[in-house]
């Protein structure tokens, strides 16, 4: 058992990868807060978890404004005691090119995807720090963050700072024990807003097959673990070795 006795938030918790990194958790011994906006997803995933012999309680928060985020935090230390694990997972995109994205569509992507793991961070890490036992911290960021796309503008900027939020939080929190680290998924399970898994989206990695949300949530295991100790502000990639290959380089 990776986490007994551990206490880990994650959010966006009620579908694909999310939801399979609260199962991993819970099955090694984490009583999992299981939080999302979708009140029916969420405690779906709860209640797989119980039944399955592990410890879980669905919390709903929209993770876009802050009072929501403050209230979730102080909730879960209210029903468990203590925040110990946080994984920033919940994000949207906007699927949009800049000229066809509102600004007022640019910013729930911001809100969301970008302002949200800072704010989580910093409520949960003031749980961690008057708990007085440290913590893990993981963002879930996306190649999207790394390389530009004909489309989602606001997904790509907000994913590109989730990479570099980490780096500051990973110091301001290294005095207090907290690690933070990142991951950095490429098409896993379904695309990000989706219910279905597309078996027509091409694979182009060196693994021959689609990521399966399982491959991320065993990463973010690791990087929750004491197997990881020695890593801190690192963005692990969990793309199959796509982001190795180069276009027209081959
Ligand atoms: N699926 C992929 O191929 C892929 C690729 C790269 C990065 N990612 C990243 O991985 C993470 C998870 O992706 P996914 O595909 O599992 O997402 P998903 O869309 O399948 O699930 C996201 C969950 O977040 C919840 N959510 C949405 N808005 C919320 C809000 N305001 N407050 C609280 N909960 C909210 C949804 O209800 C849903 O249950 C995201 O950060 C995403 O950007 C995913």
Redesign the pocket.
Known sequence: MKLKDQVAIV????????EDTSKLFASEGATVAV????RA?GEKVAADIVAAGGKAKAFV????KEDDIKRCVDEVKAAFGRVDILVN?????DNKNMFEVTTEEWNRVLA??LTSPFLFSKYAAKAMIDGGHGGKIVN?????GYYGRDRAIA?TAA?GGVVNLTKSLAIQLAPHKIRVNAVV??????????DEFDPTRPVLNLVGRP?V?MD?ARAALFLVSDDSEFIVGAALFIDGGCTTLMPGNA
């Open positions: 959010t966006g918790a009620g579908r694909n990868i999310g939080v999302d906006l979708d997803r928060c929209d993770v876009g997972n919940a994000a949207i995109s969301i995807t879930v960021s996306s190649t999207s997904y994913k998924p490429n098409k896993i399970g379904s695309p990000v807003g989706k990521g949300p991320l």
